[in-house]
């Protein structure tokens, strides 16, 4: 087993007034050649956005984007005629493809929205651009890991997304353990934690650490607290 470990205070910070984002990967004015990616795993923003401020429109093209609010409400619209809010237990991936342009703010103006922006390397390039956006109970991931993102066509449920990817997301009682197993030979696992402390396979991390672990099939992870973890499961 190999790992990376990416304490939350060693993350990339960019503080515009109106939006705080903290960068695991290294984007926009924060680069660190030894932090671009992990695997497929392209960006890993933790965003603040303050009330009814937002990302006007902009392009992208040839990525996978998922979007997890974490608390508040964003408000989408893009270039293929959707508009959507996506709340709180909510997940949005879309696939860039051949090239789309999209907004994303706050749509209340007394609470700030906060999410995570993940970008992931496609498996086909120039595909053509689709969304996708599912809302997932509290309940579903209480003491266990609910998919929330698989690839085109899996059976695992989910939002889909154009590569070998999974993400799960789980909600610990203190003092819970779990193992989760990789869904692919040669992928490796990123996971982060959003609350609480966890140890996985015997590395203690704290809200916000990241840990990357690659030639490792199994992976334990002990709740030291309530606890919510997310786990991306990604090519390398």
């Known amino acids: 087993m190999k790992t990376i470990l990416h304490k939350a205070a060693t993350r990339g910070h960019a503080g515009h007034g109106w939006l705080e984002s903290w960068h695991t990967f290294s984007f926009a004015g924060y680069h660190d050649p030894a932090r671009v990616h ?4 392209r960006v890993l923003n933790d ?3 303050a009330p009814g401020m937002g990302f006007g429109k902009h392009p992208h093209d040839n990525m996978e984007i998922v979007s997890i609010p974490l608390e508040g409400d964003l408000e989408h619209s893009d270039s293929m005629g959707n508009t959507a809010i996506i709340r709180q237990g909510d997940v949005q991936a879309m696939s860039a493809g051949t090239g789309i342009v999209h907004s994303e703010k706050n ?22 651009p689709r969304y996708d956006q599912k809302t ?6 209480n003491n266990r890991l609910l998919t929330v993102v698989s690839p085109i066509g899996s059976p695992d449920g989910g939002v889909q997304i154009h590569q070998d990817a999974w993400f799960s997301l789980g909600k610990m009682e203190k003092g819970l353990a779990l ?10 696992v990123y996971a982060f934690v959003l609350e609480g402390d966890v140890t996985i ?7 916000r650490d990241g840990l990357g672990i690659t030639e ?9 607290t309530d606890s919510e973890i997310l786990l991306m499961d990604v090519p390398l």
């Open 136 to 141: 997932f109970g509290a309940d579903e991931k």
């Open 179 to 188: 193992e989760y197993a990789c869904k692919k030979d040669g992928n490796g």
């Open 47 to 49: 965003d603040t956005v």
């Open 38 to 41: 992990f695997g497929a795993l």
């Open 107 to 128: 749509k209340n103006s007394d609470q700030p929205v906060r999410f995570l922006q993940i970008w992931v390397f496609p498996n086909k390039r120039n595909v053509e």
């Open 216 to 224: 490792e099939n199994r992976i334990s992870i002990r709740a030291n």
């Open 201 to 207: 396979n015997d590395i203690v991390l704290n809200r």
